[in-house]
T-cell receptor
Framework: GDSVTQMEGPVTLSEEAFLTINCTYT??????LFWYVQYPGEGLQLLLK?????DKGSNKGFEATYRKETTSFHLEKGSVQVSDSAVYFC???????????FGPGTRLSVLP | KAGVTQTPRYLIKTRGQQVTLSCSPI?????VSWYQQTPGQGLQFLFE???????NKGNFPGRFSGRQFSNSRSEMNVSTLELGDSALYLC??????????????FGAGSRLTVL
């Protein structure tokens, strides 16, 4: 079945550092890919998405590119802030009515 | 536009009791999905309802059940609670379901503690 693998962390960075969180997937067909973020005490929020190969999703300085050849959707940000401290989930959604598949989440801590 | 509302936000129960959690989706959204989130297992899919019908179900025992009303509001019920049911239960709504580019919008969750 479909699956998502991502680095589990925790990842600890200093403010203004470069962030990469790796995400790879296994799926049939051409799924849509998502990054969700969960701040402490809250539910998940959509951060960005991409629906086809080579699409780039971006939001709040975060970017991820849908790479079909490497089945990856790595999350990047050029300069993280303390307020980016959260858990980040990579997810996919197939086109055949299956439910969303989420990765295990990566906890990011940004130190001032 | 109001978001996804889950009630109650926090609750404490004892083993053997049952619990009902409620979810009001975004207006116009017809699909409601439920997830269990625990530190050890991450996010696990419970079930999805669309137009009052259960359309998809995860791998949970029959103690976990749900329903959806004609106004798209949904409830989930857990009977004969076990310690391992302690978790954050998340509800998510979407316009038409989980396929393709549909986006899930999550509520803040109901945190259940079983003593």
């Amino acid at each position: 079945g479909d699956s998502v693998t991502q680095m589990e962390g925790p990842v600890t960075l200093s403010e203004e550092a470069f962030l990469t969180i790796n995400c790879t997937y296994t799926a049939t067909g051409y799924p849509s890919l998502f990054w969700y973020v969960q701040y402490p005490g809250e539910g998940l929020q959509l951060l960005l998405k991409a629906t086809k190969a080579d699409d780039k999703g971006s939001n709040k300085g975060f970017e991820a590119t849908y790479r079909k050849e490497t089945t990856s959707f790595h999350l990047e940000k050029g300069s993280v802030q303390v307020s980016d401290s959260a858990v980040y989930f990579c997810a996919l959604n197939g086109n055949y009515g299956q439910n969303f598949v989420f990765g295990p989440g990566t906890r990011l801590s940004v130190l001032p | 536009k109001a978001g996804v509302t889950q009630t109650p936000r926090y609750l404490i129960k004892t083993r053997g009791q049952q619990v009902t959690l409620s979810c009001s989706p975004i207006s116009g959204h017809r699909s409601v999905s439920w997830y269990q989130q625990t530190p050890g297992q991450g996010l696990q899919f419970l079930f999805e309802y669309f137009s009052e019908t259960q359309r998809n179900k995860g791998n949970f025992p029959g103690r976990f059940s749900g329903r959806q009303f004609s106004n798209s509001r949904s409830e989930m019920n857990v009977s004969t609670l076990e310690l391992g049911d302690s978790a954050l239960y998340l509800c998510a709504s979407s316009l038409s379901g989980q396929a393709g580019a549909n986006v899930l919008t999550f509520g803040a969750g109901s945190r259940l503690t079983v003593l």
